[in-house]
């Protein structure tokens, strides 16, 4: 398998694993810790989604990716108007942080007042810039870290979401970039290994959780089981957790075949491998 084949199965694994890992996980979302939880694709949850349908996290994941597609690079105004559209369509998977932002950007705020008139006013320490994170470590080997606290900052001014987003970021380009999951896990500060597991919407507690998650898993089967039997915020702690297990391991196809979006993911894929070899080629010169 060449470099080439290498990194589009990473980011191929990356989108799916985040998408595959949410769809799953929000069918147990708001549940108790299980630990003789059954995890199938099956719909249901809180939001009484569709079989293969996916929540806000994959949503705004691929909103992510996908202006990177068009553009070659991470810009505010360009995914905060994809959100606004992702948002008229149908918000019902959508928390109050983005709900809130789009409401204030469509009153006349800037982006800037927007995020910051949220966070005086409930506080943007949530898990929200995490869940989407994964796209800046597929394409980016450089400033990956500085890169996910802007993308972060985006919507949420909290610092903890940032160096969070900045920890996930990292670890999924290390991965895409060959490394092994033990060389991954070595260069994460240990607060995000170690502790209780406690599946709320806190950045750092999800973080926690996905991280042990993955740590922890012998496989991405096995990594999002893990993830579902938590309870609390399933779906997200499955989306970052699955992120991360899809680069290192791909993502069982029987699950793939099952997404909605299966053919918007696969697409965004496609284009994200063709910028990330346009971004070396252009390094090297």
């Known amino acids: 398998m060449t470099m080439k084949d290498d990194r589009y199965a990473g980011i191929f694994g990356g989108l799916f694993g985040c998408a595959v890992g949410d769809a799953l996980g929000s069918s147990y979302e708001g549940a108790y810790r299980d630990e003789k939880r059954e995890v199938n694709m099956t719909g249901g949850g809180q939001f009484d989604l569709k079989k293969g349908e996916v929540t806000d996290d994959t949503l705004m994941m691929l909103a992510l990716a996908e202006i990177f597609c068009e553009t070659g690079e991470f810009t505010q105004d360009i995914f905060l108007h994809k959100v606004i559209l992702t948002l008229r369509e149908d918000d019902t998977t959508f928390g109050r942080t983005t709900k809130t932002i789009t409401s204030l950007l469509e009153q006349g705020c800037t982006p800037e007042e927007a995020v910051y008139a949220l966070h005086i006013t409930y506080g943007s320490r949530t898990n929200g810039s995490v869940m989407r994170t994964i796209p800046v470590g597929l394409v980016m080997q450089d400033d990956v870290e500085t890169t996910a606290r802007i993308v972060s900052a985006f919507t949420h001014y909290d610092r903890d979401a940032g160096d969070c987003c900045a920890v996930i970021s990292r670890a999924a380009a290390g991965l895409v970039a060959g490394k092994s999951k033990a060389e991954v896990l070595a260069e994460i500060p240990a607060k995000y290994l170690s502790g209780e ?30 993830a579902c039997v938590l309870g609390g915020d399933t779906d997200t702690v499955a989306c970052i957790a ?44």
């Not at 993955?214 to 096995?222: A, K, L, V």
């Not at 680069?247 to 063709?274: F, H, M, N």
């Open 242 to 285: 699955g992120g991360l297990a899809g680069i290192l391991w791909g993502v069982p196809q029987k699950w793939i075949d099952t997404l909605l979006l299966k053919d918007r993911i696969t697409e965004v894929a496609e284009q994200l491998i063709s910028k990330a070899a346009e971004m070396r080629s252009a390094e090297k010169k």
């Open 197 to 226: 597991l406690i599946p709320s919407i806190d950045p750092v507690e999800t973080t926690r959780c996905a991280l042990t998650c993955f740590r922890d898993g012998d496989g991405y089967t096995d990594v999002i089981r893990r």
